[in-house]
């Protein structure tokens, strides 16, 4: 059984606001979307027809979707909220991957965790007006996959935001491990030889900078090469 709620009544041609409950028996309930549009099929009419007309919404919002496979997931509880969601999203300039409608289970995780090997900062849901089964936010916890839901699109648009901010920082740090600028150190007086080890030095050439790479190079007494020996870094 599944409800249907009619936002509005005609009586004697007079439109009358009402909210009525309709109950609704039918084979396949479970496949029906959420917001998508009831319609009567009349002894006149061509029911193929209204079915791909039917279907047209969906696949508008389809059309939202980034043909590059690289974007965020996106939930929302019914079709007219989740069409609201792609224009503000496209608005925002944030691409989108994969949408869906309803409570969000473990198997959208699963499709959204795609983006963990693509796009690691897209692998995000933001799930508007919907619930968040626990598995599913456990498994999400698990393989590093967010979720952000909120009643107010603004709201996940700001938990997005603040995500790839920290994410572009983040990478700076890890950045900094990575680049070496290169400068040639004299050894003047040895201050402490254990851990930390501290070495007073001149900068003969280049700039000493922090994290920089220190290394000390010393002739092998037997084969009269010159080796590399790693100490750290600044």
């Not at 909120?150 to 997005?160: G, R, V």
Request: hydrophobic residues 45%.
């Amino acid at each position: 059984m599944k409800e249907l709620r009619v936002k509005s009544a005609y009586v004697h041609n007079k439109e009358v606001k009402a909210s009525l409950g309709v109950k609704i028996a039918a084979n396949d309930l479970e496949h029906a979307i959420a917001g998508s549009r009831m319609l009567v099929v009349g002894p006149d009419d061509d029911e193929e027809e209204l079915e791909d007309s039917v279907m047209a919404d969906l696949a508008h919002l389809l059309q939202r979707v980034t043909k590059t496979g690289r974007g965020v997931s996106v939930q929302a509880s019914t079709l007219g909220s989740l069409e609201a969601l792609l224009e503000f999203l496209k608005q925002s300039k944030i691409p989108v991957a994969n949408i869906s409608i309803g409570p969000v289970y473990k198997r959208d995780v699963m499709q959204a965790g795609i983006m963990l090997e693509k796009s690691k900062e897209y692998a995000v849901m933001l799930c508007f007006d919907v619930k968040v089964d626990k598995e599913a936010q456990a498994y999400a916890d698990d393989v590093g996959v967010k979720i952000f839901t909120a009643d107010i699109i603004y709201h996940l648009f700001d938990d997005f935001t603040k995500h790839m901010a920290q994410l572009a920082e983040q990478k700076k740090e890890e950045s900094k491990l990575l680049a070496v600028f290169p400068c040639v150190l004299r050894p003047v007086a040895i201050f402490n030889k254990k851990d930390p080890i501290v070495i007073g030095v001149d900068v003969i050439e280049g700039n000493l900078r922090l994290l920089t790479p220190i290394a000390a190079v010393k002739t092998n007494p037997i084969t009269g090469l010159k080796e590399i020996v790693k100490m750290g870094r600044v």
